[in-house]
């Protein structure tokens, strides 16, 4: 047994008085006959009704729908039936002998006030707001009038407004909803929650095809998840389910699965549609038709794929992608004929020192090509480059910077092909024409020195033409001169030294005659009488001519021809000038004791086979600027000569094919050529 | 100078002082100028009323080139010609022609050229009439013994004796009156025509 304390004792006294005062009020109740029945709450409830004769009244009040109380002036409650606590969502006890302000929401209750005060006089009216134990509102009607006339008490009648209202917000809800629904390009729907149509706006019914209205959502749209490849495709039921359940879809790939009509892709959202109570009340499904959207990508898809399938098997050109390192991104097969790489020993590896020569490396033709590239949009790249195999190949193409949409430079494509064959055909005709061209100089050339040649030769014809007429008449003008002179001689014989001036006069006139006939013989070549001699007898001839010139001098001629065939065709007589001429140079230069050789040799003349001849004497030979004037006609070194000896020279032996030239000596040295022409 | 025979020689030359050379000259080599000619007509008139023993020309004269008058002359009798030129040209020379031209002198010519030329165109010529002469004993011998032939045939028929017998009596008969067989041949064949034209009367 335990001993109560003083304070828990004072607290049972308190509610002992408590119980008291309800005790006396409840009998001044049911006196009062304001009570129907008592409800003992003590071991089990028990209610003890209280039979009057107002009894039908307050079962009346008791079955209003409309809450109905009797308050104090000052607000406190007296009475109240059962829906008015319900109301206000507490129990009928805890109300009673409570000031009813305390249910009012804080905004309305000096409108309650005033409403107490004013229905004690008359009645009046307004709209609070009900605020339950739970937090929840109720807005309600409130009617408040007096009780009867002398009695302090108000008569209060409560009509819910929370049903009227709710149906103004569903409608207003309502109308924005349809309202979004129809103006939406997507097709909506809205289903409850056993997955059944219950919305649909115009362009799910075009969907559909038909009323989709209270069908189950699956049957008004058979579609089906693209699923990955390979997996099994998820149908309407199975991506509802989540839904139904509170969760969300996001643009999932579905397409509509009806045979009959063409296949329709679709994006799929959709989320719960929840209910005031916060329940699952169905879900709210957002198709958008992405077919054309769909198409437009397959097809760009397709191109690519095809494009890629193409650039892949294209053999000729190597055609691939670096990035802007300078690191292939891509490889063709033609990479692989052109260049010689397999794809993974290109792809990801440096440019540079894959196909690019080291000169070319070594001085930065690569940085170069993809700056032009990069500043240009495009560069050529014909240029020798190295392939897998080290070889050189003539590379042809074109590098191309390549950038997103926004313009960001992300690499550079690269095509090329093996040009080498076309390279070298190009080198081989490029040296074809270097060559043509430099046969056409030489032709030319060669042309223009005829040309001269030829100028020069008309010229000498009309010289020659000319000197014919003049020797002619010059001869008659002599032929008189030398008629006179030898009568004089004759007429002064015995004369001295008349006989003396008139040598010297017959010497002048000689000289003149002498080179009258030259000139001629310069001027007017006689044609060649070609016969087989041999070139020393002619020699000796020439030699023996000479004698009363060399007989004096005690001159010498030595010949070297040991075992040379000195037979050949041509004009003797000629040749035997050129001997005359040479030899007489060669006796003028030798001095007091002249020594003359003549060497004969077996050569060859423009392929064919000749004989060279050097007739050397032992004067004191060509000064350097004399050498190349020599055949010069009128060009002379002697006193008493008229230049053209060596000219005459030289024509006779051109007349015959053969050439003339001037020798380094020792002494006087002139070399000829002459071709052989035996038959 | 010439110890032989001096030439008579005839001159053309449409040039004075080539005539007076030739004047002063020839005798001092020997010989005589007979004709002194200035063109190739007077040189053909000359040497037809004189007969020279060689003539030395000019080729180019007026009337008459030395060739054509040259040419002239020797189609009548025969002289030896010495060409003076100024052309020693092969076509002047080819064109020349002519047996009687012997030699050529190209101008200007001086006495030593001319006598040399003198004596090569006599010795040519000599040897070009000792050629001809003998030619025309060849022809007379020919003629002669085609006449004896006729002769011993007529012989043979009308004595009737042989060949060698009847060339035997023709010898015998010409030698017996002191004649030539050649002349006594040519009275018997001419004999025989005129009995061969009697007998066909």
């Not at chain 1, 304070?7 to 129907?36: F, P, S």
């Not at chain 1, 509802?240 to 879809?249: A, C, D, F, H, K």
């Not at chain 1, 004009?571 to 050129?578: C, I, S």
């Not at chain 2, 012989?155 to 002349?183: C, I, P």
Request: charged share 30%; with cysteine; proline share 4%.
């Amino acid at each position: 047994v335990t001993v109560p304390t003083p304070e828990q004792l004072r607290k049972d006294n308190e509610e002992l008085r408590q119980r008291l005062e309800e005790a006396e009020e409840t009998l001044r109740a049911i006196h009062a006959g304001e009570v129907d029945a008592v409800v003992v709450a003590k071991s089990g409830e028990q209610v003890f009704t209280l039979e009057s004769t107002d009894r039908p009244y307050r079962l009346l009040v008791e079955c209003m729908t409309q809450g109905a109380a009797a308050l104090r002036t000052d607000g406190v409650l007296l009475y109240c039936n059962r829906h008015f606590a319900e109301l206000l969502g507490r129990p009928l006890e805890a109300l009673r002998r409570q000031p009813v302000q305390d249910c009012i929401s804080p905004d309305d209750r000096p409108l309650f006030e005033a409403l107490l005060r004013e229905g004690q006089t008359r009645e009046c009216q307004g709209e609070i707001t009900l605020v339950r134990t739970d937090g929840t509102t109720v807005p309600a009607y409130l009617g408040v009038n007096a009780l009867r006339a002398g009695a302090a008490g108000l008569c209060l009648m409560v009509t819910d407004l929370s049903e009227q209202k709710r149906h103004e917000a569903i409608s207003a809800s309502e109308a924005l909803t349809r309202s979004i629904l129809e103006q939406t390009v997507d097709a909506t729907v809205v289903c409850d929650s056993a997955g059944k149509v219950v919305r649909a706006s115009r362009r799910a019914h075009e969907l559909c095809g038909r009323n989709p209205l209270l069908l189950p959502f699956t049957t008004a749209f058979p579609i089906r998840e693209v699923g990955s490849e390979g997996e099994p495709a998820a149908s309407a039921e199975v991506l509802l389910v989540p839904v139904l359940e509170g969760g969300t879809l996001q643009g999932r790939d579905v397409y509509l699965d009806c045979p009959a009509s063409r296949r329709v892709d679709l994006l799929l959202s959709a989320g719960p549609l929840r209910g005031p109570d916060g329940q699952v009340a169905g879900a709210v499904v957002t198709l958008t038709d992405i077919t054309e959207r769909k198409r437009a990508e397959n097809a760009l898809r397709e191109s690519q794929e095809r494009f890629r399938t193409l650039v892949e098997q294209v053999k000729d050109y190597a055609i691939f992608m670096i990035d802007m390192q300078g690191r292939p991104t891509t490889w063709n097969e033609g990479v692989r004929r052109v260049l010689g790489f397999a794809e993974d020993e290109f792809v990801g590896q440096e440019i540079d020192h894959l196909i690019y020569t080291p000169e070319d490396v070594q001085a930065g033709v690569p940085q170069r090509e993809l700056a032009l590239a990069a500043e240009t949009g495009r560069a050529n790249n014909d240029r020798w480059m190295r392939r897998q195999d080290g070889e050189r190949f003539w590379a042809s193409g074109i590098t191309t910077a390549l950038h997103t949409e926004a313009g960001e430079p992300i690499g550079f494509s690269k095509v090329m092909r093996d040009l080498t064959s076309r390279k070298q055909a190009e080198e081989a005709l490029h040296r074809a024409r270097d060559e043509l061209e430099r046969r056409v100089e030489e032709r030319t050339a060669e042309l223009q020195v005829a040309q001269r040649r030829s100028l020069q030769g008309e010229r000498l014809a009309a010289i020659g033409q000319m000197m014919t007429g003049l020797a002619h008449e010059s001869r008659n003008a002599l032929q008189r001169s030398q008629a006179c002179l030898t009568v004089l001689s004759l007429r002064l014989e015995g004369r001295p030294q008349e006989q003396e001036l008139l040598a010297r006069i017959q010497c002048a006139q000689d000289d003149l005659h002498r080179l009258y006939e030259e000139v001629r013989e310069y001027a007017v070549p006689r044609p060649l009488d070609r016969r087989l001699c041999h070139l020393s007898e002619v020699w000796r001839e020439a030699w023996r001519d000479l004698a009363p010139l060399r007989e004096a001098k005690n001159a010498e001629l030595r010949e070297d021809l040991v075992g040379v065939d000195d037979l050949l065709l041509a004009d003797p007589f000629q040749l035997k000038q050129v001997f005359r001429n040479l030899l007489e140079n060669a006796l003028v230069a030798g001095g007091a004791l002249p020594r003359i050789e003549i060497r004969c040799r077996r050569a060859e003349l423009d392929g064919q086979d000749a004989v060279r001849l050097t007739v050397r004497d032992n004067g004191p030979g060509f000064a350097s600027e004399q050498m190349p004037r020599l055949f010069e006609p009128f060009y002379t070194t002697k006193v008493h000569g008229t230049g053209l000896g060596l000219a005459i020279c030289k024509r006779i032996i051109e007349a015959h094919g053969g050439r003339i030239e001037v020798g380094t000596g020792p002494g006087a040295e002139i070399i000829i050529l002459l071709p052989r022409r035996e038959a | 100078m010439n110890k032989e025979q001096p030439l008579r020689i005839a001159v053309a030359d449409d040039e004075p002082d080539m005539l007076l050379f030739f004047r002063e000259v020839l005798p001092r080599l020997g010989h005589k100028l007979v004709a002194e000619a200035a063109s190739g007509k007077e040189l053909v008139q000359r040497c037809h009323s004189l007969h020279p023993d060689l003539i030395i020309t000019d080729i180019r004269m007026p009337e008459g080139d030395g060739l054509q008058a040259v040419a002239d002359i020797n189609e009548h009798m025969r002289i030896p010609v010495i060409l003076i030129t100024a052309h020693h040209d092969s076509d002047v020379l080819g064109r020349a022609g002519g047996d009687y031209i012997m030699s050529y002198l190209a101008k200007p010519v001086k006495p030593v050229d001319l006598e040399a030329a003198v004596r090569l165109a006599m010795l040519r010529f000599s040897h070009f009439q000792t050629l001809a002469r003998e030619t025309d004993d060849l022809r007379q011998a020919l003629e002669d013994r085609k006449v004896i032939e006729r002769a011993k045939g007529a012989v043979m028929k009308r004595v009737g004796v042989g060949e060698e017998e009847a060339f035997r009596r023709l010898r015998k008969l010409a030698s017996n009156h002191n004649r030539k067989l050649a002349d006594v041949a040519q009275e018997i064949a001419g004999s025989e025509e005129v009995f061969r034209l009697l007998e066909k009367c």
